[in-house]
């Protein structure tokens, strides 16, 4: 059983920055591939990116690439995802998930999740 507790939402404008983390309780985090995702009203689920185990594989959904990063510290049992360079369209509710095997695209694969946090950017 994983519990996952995700903040550092908030509005900023466009061009701007923003950190979200999330915090798992829990044992052996490192088993587990963590991801973020995001939900915008009227709009279905997005995976934004994913990190494995131990941090070493990665994957960014197109429209993040270059802008996003995910890192975790298995040692703290977080996961991050550093935003630059915010757009309106990233406006959204983000929760960090987790899975028990490497499959990033399979996002049922996730079965844990973090309540999420709201992140708007303003244009």
């Known amino acids: 059983q994983v519990q996952l507790n995700d903040s550092g939402g908030g509005t900023v404008q466009a061009g701007g920055s923003l950190r979200l983390s999330c915090v798992a309780s829990?044992?052996?985090?490192?088993?587990?591939?963590m991801g973020w995702f995001r939900q915008a009203p009227g709009k279905e689920r997005e995976r934004v990116a994913a990190?494995?185990?131990?941090?070493?594989?990665?994957e960014y959904a197109d429209s993040v690439k270059g802008r996003f990063t995910i890192l975790r510290r298995n040692s703290k049992n977080t996961v991050s995802l550093q935003m630059y360079n915010l757009a309106p369209g990233d406006t959204a509710v983000y929760h960090c998930?987790?899975?028990?095997?490497?499959?990033?695209?399979?996002?049922?694969?996730?079965?844990?999740w973090g309540q999420g946090t709201q992140v708007t950017v303003s244009s």
């Open positions: 990190i494995s185990g131990r941090g070493g594989f990665t």
């Open positions: 998930a987790a899975s028990p095997i490497w499959a990033p695209k399979n996002d049922s694969a996730f079965v844990y």
């Open positions: 829990g044992r052996a985090f490192s088993n587990y591939v």
